[in-house]
C-alpha cells in the first residue's frame, strides 16, 4: 500500500529546503524562524478550529476536508521543526505496545 502521508511529508520538507517559487510551502517557511514558526503555528490551530467545527456540524465532507488540511499543516509543522515521520510512526508503535 502506498504511504501518502509519508510521500506529502517529503514533498514538504523538499519544498522547506528548495523554497521554489509559487510554492505554499515555502510561503510558510521563508521568514526568519521565529515568524515562520508562528506563521505555521496559527495554521495548525486554525486548522484545528476548523475540523472542529465542521465535526460539531456534523458534515462528514467538510470534516474530511477539513481533517486533511490540519493533517497537511501538522505536517509541515513536524518537518519545519526537524520532526522526521518515522519519529512520529515509532511513538504510534511505542504506544500500541503499552
Do not use: W
Not at 510551502?25 to 506563521?39: G, I, P
Not at 458534515?59 to 518537518?79: G, N, P, Q, R, W
Not at 519545519?80 to 505496545?97: A, I, L, P, Q, S
Amino acid at each position: 500500500m502506498k504511504d501518502v502521508l509519508r510521500e506529502e511529508f517529503d514533498i514538504i520538507k523538499q519544498r522547506i529546503r528548495d523554497k521554489p517559487e509559487g510554492s505554499y510551502v515555502a510561503y510558510l517557511t521563508t521568514d526568519d524562524k521565529k515568524t515562520a514558526l508562528n506563521k505555521i503555528c496559527e495554521k495548525v490551530g486554525e486548522e484545528a478550529t476548523e475540523t472542529i467545527l465542521s465535526a460539531k456540524d456534523g458534515v462528514k465532507d467538510d470534516i474530511i476536508y477539513e481533517s486533511a488540511d490540519l493533517i497537511f499543516h501538522t505536517l509541515v509543522l513536524l518537518a519545519y521543526c526537524g520532526v522526521e515521520y518515522d519519529e512520529v510512526m515509532d511513538e504510534f508503535d511505542r504506544r500500541r505496545k503499552k
